[in-house]
């Protein structure tokens, strides 16, 4: 089962993107899922999470008000809605899925990971 991330681009200050994560037949459906990047010369961040139901979600104080992480269980997809985009939004963009129902902001917690797609925002 691999995940595969999508919808990352180079795009400007204040535009828009939605990323999207498939590929992981029921573990999309029913673990914690979250999204994580990683910036050239820095360690790879949370930036949010979401339970298996998409009742909870959580997200890094950088993101959060102009991020927004959704899933649809019946289509195997996660999604991550980034308005507002900054230049340091800037990263590689990872999808994730947890070691059960609930997300956590530890990667540790997280056992399969898609490959990633590069998001790069101008000033």
């Known amino acids: 089962v691999q995940l595969q991330a999508s919808g990352g681009g180079l795009v400007q200050a204040g535009a828009s993107l939605r990323l999207s994560c498939a590929g992981g037949?029921?573990?999309?459906?029913?673990?914690?899922m979250g999204w994580f990047r990683q910036a050239p010369g820095k360690e790879r961040e949370f930036v949010a999470g979401?339970?298996?139901?998409?009742?909870?979600?959580y997200y890094a104080d950088s993101v959060k008000g102009r991020f927004t992480i959704s899933r649809d269980r019946n289509n195997y997809t996660l999604y991550l809605q980034m308005n507002s985009l900054k230049p340091e939004d800037t990263a590689v963009y990872y999808c994730?899925?947890?070691?059960?129902?609930?997300?956590?902001?530890?990667?540790?917690?997280?056992?399969?990971w898609g490959q990633g797609t590069q998001v790069t925002v101008s000033s």
């Open positions: 037949g029921r573990i999309t459906s029913n673990n914690g």
């Open positions: 979401i339970n298996w139901n998409g009742g909870f979600t």
């Open positions: 994730a899925a947890a070691r059960g129902a609930s997300y956590s902001t530890d990667s540790r917690q997280y056992t399969r």
